[in-house]
């Protein structure tokens, strides 16, 4: 894995911390996509020792800042091996009460973003044969009250997912994975962080008797971006300790 580039949108907190560590430890070099300075600074730090990391703060939601990552990617680093689009933000509100403005901010975050990054870095990943690898959610497959928006933006994933996988084969391939409950708790900037706290209930309603965290996606999406998994394209991965396989009777 040496000598390989990758970026991680979302990559300054949560999962996305887990998988940026997961790569470095694999000596890539990673590039941080996050609009938290604060997070990013602090992650770079931490990091330092593992390996060669670079945290560039933009708005993912705006093109022209996309544009300029992908010239600054090209200037400086010339390829682009793996692109992980795990940033997103999670919102609940009854959809009568639901403004357009926020509708329309959940799927510009979590579901266009992964399009505008990914066809902008579309042609470095060609030339590496790279891997595009998209966070989205057992959401997209099962829900709670008041979560349209978000359960609309995952579900976009998963099926931008197997449609850039055709497009964008045999060069590129491009997978997504659904997380169930991953707790991130630890995983946050240190002004947010706390230690994770889960009731008998909480872990035996997963068939595995457990709570996910990051580190169960970080080491699939390292997986998926190896050219062990050279046959996996437009799949999409449940990762969720079987909760939706449970049938859960009240």
């Known amino acids: 894995m040496q000598n390989r580039v990758a970026i ?17 430890i694999q000596k890539m070099t990673v590039i941080v996509v996050d609009e938290d300075k604060t997070a990013g600074k602090e992650l770079q730090n931490e990091y330092a020792t593992l390996g060669s990391i670079l945290f560039y703060p933009i708005d993912i939601n705006k093109e022209n800042e996309i544009k300029k990552l992908n010239a600054y990617v090209k ?7 793996a692109l992980v689009n ?11 009460n ?18 505008l990054m990914s066809k902008y870095f579309t042609p470095l990943l060609k030339k590496s044969h790279g891997s595009i690898i ?11 009250p008041h979560t349209e ?26 997978n997504c994975i659904s997380p ?12 947010h962080r ?20 990051p580190e169960d996606i970080a080491s699939l999406v390292l997986y998926l971006s190896e050219e062990k998994a050279s046959f996996i394209t437009g799949a999409n991965f449940v990762i969720d300790g079987g909760m939706t396989r449970k049938m859960i009777y009240v």
């Open 8 to 24: 991680v949108t979302g990559g300054a907190q949560g999962i996305g911390k887990a998988i940026t560590k997961e790569f470095l």
């Open 75 to 81: 200037k400086h680093f010339g390829k682009l091996d």
């Open 86 to 96: 795990n940033a997103g933000i999670f919102k609940k509100e009854p959809i009568e």
């Open 98 to 115: 639901l403004s357009l403005k926020k509708w329309q901010q959940i799927l510009n975050t979590n579901l266009t973003s992964v399009f």
């Open 134 to 144: 998209n966070i989205a959610s057992t959401r997209a497959l099962m829900s709670e």
């Open 149 to 174: 928006a978000y359960a609309a933006s995952k579900g976009g994933i998963v099926a931008l997912t197997h449609a850039m996988a055709i497009s964008l084969g045999p060069e590129i391939r491009v």
């Open 180 to 191: 169930g409950w991953i707790e991130t708790s630890e995983w946050q900037k240190s002004s």
């Open 194 to 213: 706390e230690k994770s706290k889960h009731s008998k209930e909480d872990k035996t309603q997963h068939p595995v008797g457990r709570v996910g965290n």
